[in-house]
C-alpha cells in the first residue's frame, strides 16, 4: 500500500468530476488529441463520440471506484445478478443522463462543432441478448444501481451480438454483429482479473490422512477468463454497480506439451479455440437447442463468476455458514443452474465443508426466475455430453437428486409416479439433466415474472414441487421496465410535459408520482400538448420509415404496431392475417365507405430465431403482404403496411413513443409477462391484447375501459386444443377467406405458405382461428374509437397515469425485500 507520506499528494491530484461544461470540453479534446490522436482537422462524428464518451467514462470510472470503495467498507450483503444476457443498448445518452451532465455535454458539443444526436448515432448497440430476458436484465440493473442497491450483473462478453436483419426479396437475412470494431469506450478490460475454467478431464477419489474421501476433477482442458467491467451508473445517485462479463482468452500454458513436441501450428491452432467460447451469442428466444458450445458457454461464464465471488467472500475471513448472509445470486432463467453445482463443488471439494452444510449454504443462497412455461424452451442437457464435459459436476448432481428423492420418498412412500415425475434425470434414452428442476432443489425461492404466470407455473409445470415443498417456495415478482430509458429517454417531450405538470422529474424515480397527471385528462389544453408529443413521435417514425423502407406514411393515420421477437406464440400470423382481412375489406368498400374508415399504418418488426422455419415464412408474409398493399391504389392512405428491419433496442426508443395501439396477442397462457407491452403505455399508446402475461395486471391498474382485450382466456386453451385434435372444428369463416386470398396468389407465390396456413387449418396450436373473430371485433372498436379524438387522448392520457406500478424500480425492491434480503446503501 502507499505509505503515508504520499498519500497526501495522491489525494491532491486525485481526478476530480468535471464540475462544468468548460471542464468537459477541455476533457473533450484531450481525448480527441492524445486518446484518438486525432485533432481539429479530422475529428468527424465517429471520432467526437468517441472523445465525449471517454469524457464521460472517466466521470463514470470516479463514481464507480468511490461506489465500489464504499461498498467494500460497508461489507454488507450483495446480490449478483446472473444473466446470459444483457440487452443493453447504447450507453451514452443513458450515462449523461444518470450522472446528470446530459446538458453540459450537449451544449458543450454544440460549441465545439457538433450536434449531440449525431454523436449518439455513431454508437453501436451492445446487443448482448435476444428479447425480454435480455432486456429485463438490463433494466434490472439500471434499478438496482439507481436503488442504492449493491449489486452486480455477471454476464458474458460476447464478440457477435444478436445478428443484423436484412430483408432481402422480402425474406430474413441474417449477417454477423461485430459490434466491437472501434472498440468500445464503455468497458474497462481487467487483464489483470484472470480465471481458470477446466473443461473435460476425469474424476478420482482418495482418502486422505484424516480418513477423509476427497473428489478430484483433474487432466481437462483449460481455458482462462478474463474481466470486462462495464460501470452501470444509477440515476440522481452516485452510486455506480458494476457489470462484470466474461471473455475467454487461451492459458499461458495452453498447450505446452504441443508446443514442446515442436508442433507449433496446432498449438496456436488449439489456444485459438478458447477464443470461440465467449464469440457468440446464441440467437434462440424461448427455444432451446442442445449444443455443447452452449453448455460450455454456461459452465465458462458460471464458473469464473462464482470464483470472483467466493474469491470476494473469503477476504471477509467469515465462517462459510454466513456466505448466504454476504451473498444473494439470481438465476435469470436456468441459463445459470450449474452455479448451484459448482457452488457446492467449491464448498466440498475445494474448501472442505460437509455435505449438508455446504447444500444448506448453496440453497439459501439462490434465487430462481422462471420465464416460460413453453415446454420445447426448457433446458434438458443429455447426460453423456454432460457427464464428458463435466465429469464431477455430474457426480454432484447425482448425488444431489439422490439426496432429494429420499426425502420425497420418505414425504410420499406411497407415491412411486412422483419420484419418476420430479428426479432432476429424466428417464428417456439417452437420459437427460432437467435444469429447471436442478433450479428449483438448489434455491430457497423461485418466482414467475408475472402473477398469470407465477399461477401457471405452480398449476402445470412445477405442480409436483409445490406438494413437496409447499407453496410459500414460489411467488411473483411482476416484471417492470426503467421509466429512465423508456420514458425520459425515448420520449423526452413526453417527460418534459409531466415534469412540467408535476413539478419535478422526481416521477423517474418513483413512478407513482405520475397518478398527478390522471385529474388533467380532460384538460384541453394538457390533451392538446399530448397529442403534438404524439404527433411529433409518429412523425419521428415516419422519418425513420422514408429513410429505411423509402415509402411515405400518414401521421394521421392510427399507428399499429407490433414488435417483438417472431414467435408462432406470439401470432404476429394471426396480425397479418387480420391485414389481409383489412385489405380485402378496403377493396370490397364503397367510396362512402372508404370515407368513414380509420386510415391504419400497420408496422411490424422483430427478429426470427435463423433455423425456425415457420416464423421466416411469416416475415416473408408480412413483406408480401407490405409490397401488395402499398402498391394498391384503391386502397391509398387507409393502409399502409411496414416491416422495419432490424429490430433492436435503439429502434425501439424510435418505434415504442410512436405508437397509437400496440398488440400483445399471444395464445392466453404462453407469455410469460412481456415487458414491451409497459413500454408501450408508458408512452401514452393504448394495447389491443389477449387476457395474458402482465397485460392483465396493466388492465387492472389502468382500467378496462383503457385497453383492448379479446380472445379465450388460459383456462379455455387446454379444453380447445384438444377439441382440435379430437374432431373437426371449422375454421373461421373471415380466416377462410383470408386463406383463400393467400392460396389464389394474391400475395405471390402461394406454396410459400403451405405449412403456414395448414399450422392454422391444422390443429391450431396456438389458436389463431379461434381468437379471430374475436380479434376481428376488437380491431373494428379500435377503429371506431380512434375516430373520437378526446376520448382517445383522455384515455391515453389515464393510462400512463396509472402505470407507476411497472417501474422496474418496485420490481428490484420486491426481490431485494422478499428473495435477496439486501439493503440499500446510500452514498451519502
Ligand atoms: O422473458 C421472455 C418472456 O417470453 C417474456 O414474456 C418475459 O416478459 C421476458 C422477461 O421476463 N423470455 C425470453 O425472452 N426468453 C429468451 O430470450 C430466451 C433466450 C434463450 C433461451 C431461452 C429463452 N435458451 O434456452 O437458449
Redesign the pocket.
Known amino acids: 500500500s502507499i505509505p503515508s507520506e504520499s498519500r497526501q499528494l495522491w489525494q491532491k491530484f486525485g481526478v476530480k468530476e468535471f464540475g462544468g461544461k468548460e471542464e468537459f470540453q477541455q476533457e473533450f479534446i484531450r481525448h480527441v488529441e492524445t486518446t484518438l490522436a486525432r485533432s481539429i482537422y479530422n475529428c468527424d462524428d465517429l471520432a467526437a463520440y468517441q472523445a465525449a464518451s471517454q469524457a464521460i467514462r472517466d466521470r463514470l470510472i470516479v463514481a464507480w471506484n468511490k461506489t465500489q470503495q464504499k461498498h467494500t467498507t460497508k461489507d454488507r450483503k450483495r446480490v449478483y445478478y446472473l444473466s446470459l444476457?444483457f440487452l443493453m443498448g447504447r450507453a451514452m445518452d443513458n450515462a449523461m443522463l444518470n450522472a446528470g451532465i446530459k446538458d453540459i455535454t450537449k451544449s458543450g458539443v454544440a460549441d465545439l462543432g457538433f450536434k449531440i444526436e449525431d454523436l449518439l448515432e455513431q454508437e453501436p448497440d451492445a446487443a448482448l441478448g435476444?428479447?425480454?430476458?435480455?432486456r429485463?436484465a438490463a433494466c434490472f440493473i439500471d434499478s438496482i444501481a439507481s436503488t442504492n442497491y449493491p449489486g452486480w450483473g455477471y454476464g458474458l462478453r460476447y464478440q457477435y451480438g444478436i445478428f443484423k436483419q436484412r430483408i432481402v426479396d422480402g425474406y430474413q437475412v441474417e449477417s454477423p454483429d461485430y459490434w466491437l470494431t472501434f472498440s468500445n469506450p464503455w468497458e474497462i478490460p481487467r487483464y489483470e482479473i484472470q480465471i481458470d475454467i477446466m473443461f473435460y478431464g476425469y474424476t478420482r477419489k482418495y482418502t486422505n490422512d484424516d480418513g477423509k474421501v476427497v473428489h478430484v476433477w483433474e487432466g481437462g482442458e483449460q481455458v482462462q477468463a478474463v474481466a470486462y467491467d462495464v460501470p452501470v451508473p444509477g440515476y440522481g445517485t452516485e452510486t455506480t454497480n458494476n457489470l462484470r462479463l466474461w471473455a475467454s482468452k487461451p492459458t499461458r500454458e495452453f498447450d505446452f506439451e504441443k508446443f514442446n513436441a515442436g508442433d507449433y501450428e496446432s498449438s496456436v491452432r488449439e489456444s485459438q479455440k478458447a477464443e470461440t467460447i465467449s464469440a457468440v451469442l446464441?440467437p434462440?428466444?424461448?427455444?432451446?437447442?442442445g449444443k455443447e458450445l452452449r453448455l460450455k458457454q454456461q459452465y465458462f461464464w458460471v464458473a469464473a463468476s462464482l470464483n470472483d465471488i467466493v474469491r470476494r467472500f473469503k477476504k471477509t475471513h467469515r465462517p462459510w455458514k454466513e456466505f448466504p448472509d454476504q451473498v444473494a445470486i439470481q438465476l435469470n432463467?436456468t441459463?445459470p443452474t450449474l452455479a448451484v453445482v459448482e457452488l457446492q463443488r467449491i464448498l466440498i471439494d475445494m474448501e472442505g465443508v460437509e455435505w449438508d452444510a455446504a447444500w444448506n449454504i448453496v440453497t439459501n443462497t439462490f434465487g430462481y426466475t422462471n420465464?416460460?412455461v413453453l415446454p420445447e424452451?426448457l433446458?434438458k442437457w443429455p447426460v453423456p455430453l454432460f457427464t464428458n464435459l463435466l465429469p464431477r459436476h455430474m457426480e454432484i448432481i447425482y448425488e444431489i437428486n439422490l439426496f432429494f428423492l429420499q426425502k420425497v420418498e420418505k414425504m410420499f412412500p406411497k407415491e412411486r409416479d412422483l419420484l419418476a415425475r420430479v428426479s432432476i434425470i429424466e428417464e428417456s434414452t439417452p437420459q437427460q439433466v432437467r435444469m429447471a428442476y436442478l433450479a428449483i432443489i438448489g434455491s430457497h425461492k423461485v418466482n414467475g415474472?408475472a402473477e398469470l404466470h407465477s399461477e401457471l407455473i405452480k398449476t402445470t409445470i412445477f405442480k409436483d414441487f409445490v406438494t413437496i415443498y409447499g407453496p410459500d417456495k414460489f411467488m411473483n415478482v411482476t416484471?417492470g421496465i426503467t421509466p429512465r430509458r423508456w420514458l425520459h429517454q425515448a420520449n423526452p417531450k413526453l417527460s418534459d410535459l409531466i415534469a412540467s405538470k408535476v413539478g419535478s422529474y422526481d416521477f423517474l424515480k418513483d413512478l407513482n408520482l405520475l397518478k398527478k397527471i390522471e385529474p388533467l385528462a380532460h384538460d384541453p389544453k394538457f390533451q392538446d400538448e399530448w397529442v403534438t408529443i404524439k404527433k411529433f413521435n409518429k412523425a419521428r417514425l415516419a422519418a425513420h420509415i422514408k429513410q429505411s423502407n423509402g415509402f411515405e406514411v400518414n401521421v394521421n393515420a392510427l399507428f399499429d404496431v407490433q414488435v417483438k421477437r417472431i414467435h408462432e406464440y406470439k401470432r404476429q400470423q394471426m396480425n397479418i392475417f387480420g391485414v389481409i382481412h383489412r385489405y380485402l375489406s378496403i377493396k370490397a368498400m364503397t367510396k362512402e365507405e372508404k370515407k368513414e374508415a380509420t386510415p391504419r399504418v400497420c408496422i411490424f418488426g422483430g427478429k426470427s430465431a435463423p433455423g425456425y422455419y415457420m416464423a421466416k415464412t411469416i416475415i416473408k408474409l408480412i413483406n408480401a403482404v407490405s409490397e401488395v398493399v402499398n402498391a394498391d391504389a384503391d386502397v391509398g392512405d387507409l393502409l399502409k403496411v411496414v416491416f422495419i428491419a432490424d429490430y433492436n433496442v435503439s429502434k425501439a426508443e424510435i418505434i415504442v413513443p410512436a405508437s397509437d395501439i400496440s398488440q400483445h396477442i399471444s395464445t392466453a397462457g404462453t407469455?410469460?409477462?412481456?415487458?414491451s407491452n409497459m413500454k408501450f403505455v408508458l408512452n401514452g399508446g393504448l394495447i389491443l391484447g389477449t387476457v395474458d402475461?402482465a397485460n392483465i395486471e396493466i388492465t387492472r391498474e389502468v382500467g378496462e375501459n383503457n385497453i383492448f382485450l379479446f380472445g379465450h382466456l388460459a383456462e379455455s386453451v387446454e379444453d380447445l386444443r384438444h377439441k382440435h385434435r379430437f374432431s373437426d372444428v371449422p375454421l373461421d369463416p373471415n380466416l377462410e377467406k383470408v386463406f383463400n386470398a393467400i392460396e389464389s396468389g394474391t400475395f405471390g407465390d402461394p406454396n410459400i405458405y403451405v405449412s403456414l396456413i395448414s399450422s392454422v387449418t391444422g390443429s391450431d396450436y396456438y389458436l389463431v382461428s379461434d381468437d379471430f373473430q374475436s380479434y376481428l371485433d376488437a380491431q373494428k372498436l379500435v377503429d371506431q374509437d380512434f375516430k373520437n379524438k378526446d376520448t382517445w387522448v383522455s384515455r391515453s392520457i389515464t393510462a400512463v397515469a396509472n402505470m407507476g406500478f411497472f417501474s422496474s424500480d418496485r420490481a428490484i425492491d420486491e426481490y431485494a425485500e422478499s428473495i435477496w434480503n439486501v439493503e440499500p446503501i446510500s452514498m451519502e
Open positions: 444476457e435476444n428479447g425480454g430476458l435480455g429485463l446464441y434462440n428466444d424461448n427455444f432451446y437447442s432463467d441459463h420465464h416460460t424452451a433446458e415474472v416484471n407469455e410469460a409477462s412481456g415487458t402475461g
